[in-house]
């Protein structure tokens, strides 16, 4: 079975960082490309950032760019999500998703999902 387990998240400042981890088991993801959506009360889920299979293109969401970074580490199955600069806005609770093959933007495009971890930034 598939599993995708997010750790991380927290509470942190305006202006603060945390960096959010995804795990991910049951199987090899060297060849899926891995993301970040976030979601926040009462709004859709929205993307942030993806990384291809390969760790050599990235994507971001134009909210964030610049202040986030996404990564991976294929010998330990584990994407990582650098966010700094952080703002109220930025409050959500963020989930990581796998898909096999390319990078898109669109949450029904990805088969797995992780259980999601609340990160709330205070003004």
């Known amino acids: 079975q598939v599993q995708l387990v997010e750790s991380g998240g927290g509470l942190v400042q305006a202006g603060g960082s945390l960096r959010l981890s995804c795990a991910a088991s049951?199987?090899?993801?060297?060849?899926?490309?891995m993301a970040w959506f976030r979601q926040a009360p009462g709004k859709e889920r929205e993307f942030v950032a993806v990384?291809?299979?390969?760790?050599?293109?990235?994507y971001y969401a134009d909210s964030v760019k610049g202040r986030f970074g996404i990564s991976r580490d294929n010998a330990k199955n584990t994407e990582y999500l650098q966010m700094n600069s952080l703002k109220p806005e930025d409050t959500a609770v963020y989930y990581c998703?796998?898909?096999?093959?390319?990078?898109?933007?669109?949450?029904?495009?990805?088969?797995?999902w992780g259980q999601g971890t609340q990160v709330t930034v205070s003004s």
């Open positions: 998703a796998a898909r096999k093959g390319a990078m898109t933007t669109r949450p029904g495009d990805y088969y797995y």
């Open positions: 049951g199987r090899t993801f060297n060849n899926y490309a």
């Open positions: 990384i291809s299979w390969s760790g050599g293109s990235t």
